[in-house]
């Protein structure tokens, strides 16, 4: 099942830290596909993203959240998202 809000709070809170993050000048990337027919992704990456509590609500979601990072560089979140079980459920 899925529940909005809570996936809202995932995307909202990687760009809040992505802007956090970058300190005078920078960019943030954003990209979304699809993964086969199961799985759509969302990207986040910049230079110098700070990781969240999002990994319990994309595992809620039966998805999955993978993270590159180099120290000082760049960071990229990716959210996998399986496709059959996005069924909007009312909180």
Not at 8 to 35: D, P, S
Not at 58 to 86: A, M, Y
Request: overall charge negative; hydrophobic content about 40%; charged content about 25%.
């Amino acid at each position: 099942m899925c529940i909005p809000s809570q996936l809202n709070q995932v995307f909202m809170n990687l760009l809040v830290n992505a802007t956090h993050a970058i300190e005078e000048k920078g960019t943030a990337y954003i990209r979304k596909g699809m993964l086969g027919n199961d799985f759509s992704f969302c990207e986040i990456e910049d230079t110098g993203l700070g990781l969240s509590l999002a990994y319990g609500i994309i595992g809620k979601h039966n998805g999955k959240i993978h993270v590159e990072s180099e120290l000082g560089k760049v960071t990229k979140f990716r959210i996998e998202l399986p496709i059959k079980t996005l069924v909007i459920e009312d909180e």
